[in-house]
T-cell receptor
Framework: GENVEQHPSTLSVQEGDSAVIKCTYS??????FPWYKQELGKGPQLIID?????GEKKDQRIAVTLNKTAKHFSLHITETQPEDSAVYFC????????????FGSGTRLQVQP | NAGVTQTPKFRVLKTGQSMTLLCAQD?????MYWYRQDPGMGLRLIHY???????AKGEVPDGYNVSRLKKQNFLLGLESAAPSQTSVYFC?????????????????FGPGTRLTVT
């Protein structure tokens, strides 16, 4: 089955700096890669996703890059703000069958004001 | 729309007791999932359903059962709770059909149920 590894487990940045979180996956059949943000006491919420036919996608301060050959994808947050502080999860899924997500172990991002 | 709701929000069980967690969605989604979240391990799939009346096992199904009698509801049961089932449980749902230009792959998560088994 799929295995997703995520690094780092914790990340502390100063407000206004950029943050980068990296994930690798093992199953070449995976072709959908979402990123979820989880705030304390809440369920994960999708912030951006990318499909395997695209190498990069951007949404305001958030961007995701995908390298299918190397089987890794990354989340980039620019101009970080204190409200970006949360736990971020990457995930991978094929778009067939059950389409369930395999999650990374999470990154706790702390943005220092 | 309320989205995905979960009942109860918190529960404490003693070893050997049973309980049912209820997940409800009002988005007419075909796919529904149950995950558990443990510290440092992300979310792991317990069971899932691709439509009313169908269920299947995920990565960590042992000790759990599920039922999907109505399209909008997905129930997770623990027949004999064990301390290893102490966790936060999340339900999620998604569309089946892929629509160009939409986020049809997106899984919508409920707020979670924190279960403690003593």
């Amino acid at each position: 089955g799929e295995n997703v590894e995520q690094h780092p487990s914790t990340l502390s940045v100063q407000e206004g700096d950029s943050a980068v979180i990296k994930c690798t996956y093992s199953d070449s059949a995976s072709n959908y890669f979402p990123w979820y943000k989880q705030e304390l006491g809440k369920g994960p919420q999708l912030i951006i996703d990318i499909r395997s036919n695209v190498g990069e996608k951007k949404d305001q301060r958030i961007a995701v890059t995908l390298n299918k050959t190397a089987k890794h994808f990354s989340l980039h947050i620019t101009e970080t703000q204190p409200e970006d502080s949360a736990v971020y999860f990457c995930a991978a899924s094929p778009n067939t069958g059950r389409r369930a997500l395999t999650f990374g172990s999470g990154t706790r991002l702390q943005v220092q004001p | 729309n309320a989205g995905v709701t979960q009942t109860p929000k918190f529960r404490v069980l003693k070893t050997g007791q049973s309980m049912t967690l209820l997940c409800a969605q009002d988005m007419n989604h075909e796919y529904m999932y149950w995950y558990r979240q443990d510290p440092g391990m992300g979310l792991r799939l317990i069971h899932y359903s691709v439509g009313e009346g169908t269920t299947a096992k995920g990565e960590v199904p042992d000790g759990y059962n599920v039922s999907r009698l109505k399209k909008q509801n997905f129930l997770l049961g623990l027949e004999s709770a064990a301390p290893s089932q102490t966790s936060v449980y999340f339900c999620a749902s998604s569309l089946k059909a892929h629509r160009v230009g939409s986020r049809s792959y997106e899984q919508y998560f409920g707020p979670g149920t924190r279960l403690t088994v003593t």
